[in-house]
């Protein structure tokens, strides 16, 4: 599947993110949305739901959420009727901190452990689903990296095309559409592979399109 990313941008640009899950589903190809369960994920979520109720949504599963977020988990799961895929690392987390432990972001094997419970399932997760169109939560204001993100990439004719529906949206927006639609959210996140909330964990900026 190829699209015309500049052209896309141009007409999406300003649009609601709703409007944008639509303009991707309408490309024809497999869609699908990935999620962390992190904070304000009900938003993609419901965006998606709303317009293919059994679109495929992929989990990256790192093991090293808070109880919290696994139970915020369940209930999306279950409220949504989520078409759920897990993917977990090929080692258990407690394996991996018996070996290593949580590296710190200055640890040379800070990089392995970010390859092993998040690049590396979130790899193999894309080579098995094979998706045309990948729906991605991030927006400009959570990261230096995401301010020059544009809301539709394809890096060449045949990888996915990455469409990011929030991208243009603030936390109050987000904040506003959970309360719209009385949806949940939890605050209670940790990635392992980030530590700080504005740290860019390398999926964005390796997996681009």
Partial sequence: MQ???VKANAELAGKHPKEIVEWAAALGGKTIVTTNFGPYEAVILHLATQVKPDMQVVW???GYATRKTYLFAEKL????GLNITVY???MSAARRDALMGIPDVDDPQHEEFTNQVKLEPFGRAMRET??????TAVRRDQTEFR???????QDTPDAVVKVAPVLEWTEFDMRAYLEKHDLPNETSYYDPTKVLGNRECGLHN???A
């Fill in 130 to 135: 094979a998706p045309d169109v990948w729906l």
């Fill in 206 to 208: 390796r997996f681009t």
């Fill in 60 to 62: 990256i599963d790192s």
């Fill in 147 to 153: 301010k020059n993100m544009d809301i539709v990439t």
């Fill in 3 to 5: 699209v015309d990313a």
């Fill in 77 to 80: 799961i279950s409220d949504l």
């Fill in 88 to 90: 977990n690392p090929l």
